[in-house]
T-cell receptor, first 116, second 110 residues
Framework: GNSVTQMEGPVTLSEEAFLTINCTYT??????LFWYVQYPGEGLQLLLK?????DKGSNKGFEATYRKETTSFHLEKGSVQVSDSAVYFC???????????????FGQGTILTVHP | DAGVIQSPRHEVTEMGQEVTLRCKPI?????LFWYRQTMMRGLELLIY????????DSGMPEDRFSAKMPNASFSTLKIQPSEPRDSAVYFC????????FGQGTRLTVV
């Protein structure tokens, strides 16, 4: 079955530091890959996505590249802000049109805290 | 669009009581998912629907849990009877091209 593994957290950084959160996956076929972010007391928000190998998803200064050869989708940001403090989830889904209707399989989440 | 709307946002109930969580998906989305989030297990998929039809309920933990989707704009997740170990945040999500999540219902069973 599908699975997603994220780097262990929590991660604590100073403002303007470089961020990397590692994510690797196991899946059959060609899944779509996602990063979701959850701010305290909120639901999950889609941060970025990539649907095929070598695609780069980007949003709000965050980037992740779909690497099929290493089955990875690492999240990066060059300069984090205090407002980026949240929980980040890596996820995958089978393509729409299959039998899973796009259900998401999540990693365990990584807590990011950014200090001024 | 107002997004996925869940109610209530918070629910505190006594063990043994029936609990009903509600979800209004985004109009036009064909798939609806119920997830549960706990510290121990993270995010778990409980059940999902496509065009109002339940597709996979293998994630529903016990017979005490049931879900319905009577029409394209409404779904419920019911727990009867509730137990303290059901305490969690329950999320509903609907999917068009990608999944959008509601704000969640924080359930506390005492």
């Amino acid at each position: 079955g599908n699975s997603v593994t994220q780097m262990e957290g929590p991660v604590t950084l100073s403002e303007e530091a470089f961020l990397t959160i590692n994510c690797t996956y196991t899946a059959t076929g060609y899944p779509s890959l996602f990063w979701y972010v959850q701010y305290p007391g909120e639901g999950l928000q889609l941060l970025l996505k990539a649907t095929k190998a070598d695609d780069k998803g980007s949003n709000k200064g965050f980037e992740a590249t779909y690497r099929k050869e290493t089955t990875s989708f690492h999240l990066e940001k060059g300069s984090v802000q205090v407002s980026d403090s949240a929980v980040y989830f890596c996820a995958l889904s089978d393509h729409l049109g299959g039998t899973s209707y796009g259900k998401l399989t999540f990693g365990q989440g990584t807590i990011l805290t950014v200090h001024p | 669009d107002a997004g996925v709307i869940q109610s209530p946002r918070h629910e505190v109930t006594e063990m043994g009581q029936e609990v009903t969580l509600r979800c209004k998906p985004i109009s036009g989305h064909n798939s609806l998912f119920w997830y549960r989030q706990t510290m121990m297990r993270g995010l778990e998929l409980l059940i999902y629907f496509n065009n109002n039809v339940p597709i996979d309920d293998s994630g529903m933990p016990e017979d005490r849990f049931s879900a319905k989707m009577p029409n394209a704009s409404f779904s419920t997740l019911k727990i009867q009877p509730s137990e303290p170990r059901d305490s969690a945040v329950y999320f509903c999500a609907s999917r068009g091209a990608v999944s959008f999540f509601g704000q969640g219902t924080r359930l506390t069973v005492v």
